[in-house]
Structures are given as structure tokens and as C-alpha cells.
């Protein structure tokens, strides 16, 4: 069985990379530029595959799943899925973006006849709100509200700087009723204890959005990150600026600052940081509720643990085929066989 890791000279591909090796999984790497490509694969002495995106389909013949860390993934997900469902082989990225995880849902019947499993979203954003969705629905099967967040401590890296910079002009997001709904950034607020102590938080556009109402049936999703008083007055700011934010020239500008200027977390930063993960299911005509928490590594540890784990798993033949969110595919106790993850229910 084959690996194909996808953006393997980036900060989370080369970790991921790395990862596989570690565990014995002997991938495949790839990526677009073969200077940085070859440096990658002669230092972990790996094949190598350069080739551009639009490429992939005829690069995955001898491939069974392709694990792509190459983002934005608005650029590379839907052709890269594609490409897998047409070779027979399994997708999985680590994307966090709520269009990705939607035009690859719409994919679902062509996956299915396919026998192929379209699995995004297999890194921090959303392995551990998923599972912890997934588990909540279980505890309150009735539930007609769901809230989750988390907050992090370590470092950014320069991709998800860009990523989140690139969307911030797009606004906010929840699910309300079953449909995605377009909102301000930090919409609603309140005070949330996330297992670290009670913080000011704010909605924010997080993928679970899109991914638990697939996993939980839930109809009435929001996501929370605390935020500190003049962070909120700067998102309330960019709710005029959105517009101007978000032209292309602009947010191409921030993008490429942030990839110049953030560098990820160093390894003590992954091995010495932790996240705090919280979830609450209520159902309004009842009054019932239900809160879980998760306390998780740092948050781009868990992705390296949460991708390679999926990953190995994938090519163990346990990815169902069609869409799948993480808890879909593997369960809400998938979260629990990584590394360090403990979950608590109140
Ligand atoms: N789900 C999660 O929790 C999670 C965790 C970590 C990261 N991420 C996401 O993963 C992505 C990568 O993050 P990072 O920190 O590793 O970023 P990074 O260090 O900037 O690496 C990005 C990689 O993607 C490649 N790439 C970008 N656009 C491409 C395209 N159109 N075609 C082919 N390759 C392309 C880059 O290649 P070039 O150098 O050739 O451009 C590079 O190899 C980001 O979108 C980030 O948000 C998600």
C-alpha cells in the first residue's frame, strides 16, 4: 500500500512526512517545486514525485492514499480530490476551510461509486471539536443546539497565517436551521470556560460549521476562540473593512506578509504546548444540556498525530467510502488514540 504525502517541503507536510517515516508507512512525497521537493526527500531519503495539482492524475496509479498538506486548499482540494476518486484512491488533507469542506461534500455520490473515502479536515481543525461533536450528540440525541471551540497556546505557522488572513474579508459563519448562514466576524460572544479558566470569546467562521452538522445531524452550530478586548474591537472593525479586505490585491498582500514574517512553532513550542477543547449541546424546548472538553498537545503536534493516524488507517482499508468527516470515518473516540488527548464530561 502506497502513501502519497502532498506539500511535503511545507512546515505541516515536512512534520507529517517526517511522521510516516517514523512509523514505518515508507510514503511518497510530492509537491510542486522540485528544488525544495529534493531537499525534502534526500534528507529523509524518500521518493520523490514533483508535479503540479492539475497534474495529480497521472501521478496516482500506484498510489492508495493521498494525504495532501499543500494549502490554501480552495487551490488544491477539489483537484486533487478529483484526481483520487478518477485513480481509486483515498483523499485526505488538512484543510480547515468551510468552502473546501463543502464542494468536497458535494462530491459524496461520485466518491461512494467510486469505493474512494473524501476525508478532509484530519488535522487540529476539525479532528478534536469533531470526535467531541460526534461524542456530545451521543450523550443528548435530542440536541437542537451546538456550540464548540477551543484555545490554543503555541505558535502560528506561516500557512494557516496566510489562510486566516487570506479568509478574513469573507466575515463570519454559523449554521443555523440546518444552513450555512453568513454573519460578522465575532457575531455572538460570551463567556466560556474552556478548561483553563472562563474567557471572553467570539464566533468565528471554524470548519466545524460545515463538518458537525454532517457528523452530529445537529442543526444549530457555532464555533468560539476566546479573544482578548482590543482583538475583538479590531474584528468588529473589520466588519466595515471586510470589503476592502477581502479584494483580491489586498488579501494576495496580507497573504504573502504572513508567509514571510510568522514562523511555526519550534519542536519545545509543539512538545510544551497544550489546547483546551470545549463543546455544549443543548435542546431549547427542554432545557437539557451537556458539556465535554478535550485537553490536547499543542495544536500543530495533534495534526502531525491526527493526519499520519488517519492516514495509517486509510491505507489499513478502515476509510469508509463517500464523504466523510473525521467521526464518520473513525468514530468520536478516534480522538482518544492520539497522543496525550484526554476528554472529560460535566
Ligand atoms: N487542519 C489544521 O488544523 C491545520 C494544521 C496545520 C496546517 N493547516 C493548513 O495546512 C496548510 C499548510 O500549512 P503550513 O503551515 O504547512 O504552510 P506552508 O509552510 O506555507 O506550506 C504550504 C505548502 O503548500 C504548498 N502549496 C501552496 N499552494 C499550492 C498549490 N496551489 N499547489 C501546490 N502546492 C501548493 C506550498 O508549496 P510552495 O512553496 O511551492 O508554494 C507548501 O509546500 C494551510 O492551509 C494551513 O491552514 C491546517
Given at each position: 500500500m502506497t502513501l502519497l504525502v502532498y506539500g511535503a517541503y511545507g512546515y505541516t507536510g515536512e512534520l507529517v512526512a517526517e511522521e510516516a517515516i517514523e512509523r514505518g508507512l515508507d510514503p511518497v512525497l510530492g509537491g510542486r517545486n522540485a528544488t525544495k521537493l529534493d531537499r525534502v526527500g534526500a534528507r529523509l531519503d524518500c521518493e520523490t514525485r514533483t508535479f503540479r495539482v492539475a497534474d495529480a492524475a497521472r501521478e496516482l496509479?500506484?498510489?492508495?492514499?493521498v494525504l495532501n498538506c499543500?494549502?490554501?486548499?480552495?487551490?488544491?482540494a477539489e483537484p486533487f480530490a478529483d484526481a483520487c476518486i478518477d485513480a481509486g484512491a483515498d483523499y485526505l488533507d488538512v484543510t480547515g476551510e468551510i468552502p473546501v469542506f463543502e464542494s468536497l461534500a458535494r462530491r459524496d455520490g461520485d466518491a461512494t461509486e467510486a469505493g474512494v473515502a473524501v476525508l478532509p479536515?484530519?488535522?487540529f481543525d476539525v479532528v478534536p471539536t469533531d470526535c467531541l461533536a460526534a461524542h456530545l450528540a451521543g450523550r443528548?440525541?435530542?440536541?437542537?443546539h451546538l456550540s464548540l471551540g477551543f484555545e490554543p497556546h503555541g505558535g502560528l505557522s506561516p500557512g494557516t497565517a496566510a489562510t486566516v488572513l487570506g479568509q478574513l474579508g469573507d466575515g463570519g459563519a454559523i449554521r443555523r436551521d440546518g444552513r450555512l448562514v453568513s454573519v460578522p466576524p465575532g457575531h455572538r460572544q460570551r463567556r466560556i470556560d474552556f478548561g483553563n479558566g472562563e474567557r471572553s470569546a467570539v464566533t468565528i467562521p471554524w470548519g466545524d460549521v460545515s463538518t458537525a452538522y454532517r457528523s452530529t445531524g445537529i442543526p444549530n452550530v457555532d464555533a468560539y476562540v476566546p479573544m482578548p478586548k482590543n482583538a475583538r474591537r479590531a474584528m468588529r472593525a473589520a466588519r466595515y473593512l471586510g470589503p476592502v479586505l477581502s479584494a483580491d490585491p489586498v488579501s494576495d498582500a496580507l497573504q504573502s506578509l504572513a508567509r514571510r514574517f510568522v514562523s511555526g512553532p519550534d519542536e519545545a513550542e509543539r512538545d510544551a504546548g497544550r489546547a483546551y477543547v470545549w463543546g455544549e449541546v443543548r435542546n431549547e424546548e427542554t432545557g437539557e444540556s451537556a458539556v465535554s472538553r478535550l485537553v490536547t498537545p499543542e495544536t500543530y503536534a495533534l495534526t502531525v498525530d491526527a493526519a499520519t493516524t488517519a492516514a495509517e488507517r486509510a491505507l489499513d482499508g478502515d476509510a469508509p467510502p463517500g464523504y466523510q468527516t473525521p467521526s464518520t470515518a473513525y468514530?468520536?473516540?478516534?480522538?482518544?488514540?492520539?497522543?496525550?488527548v484526554t476528554r472529560t464530561d460535566d
Open positions: 496509479d500506484d498510489v492508495d492514499v499543500a494549502g490554501p486548499f480552495v487551490e488544491t479536515g484530519v488535522g443528548l440525541p435530542d440536541a437542537t468514530g468520536a473516540d478516534f480522538v482518544l488514540e492520539l497522543d496525550d
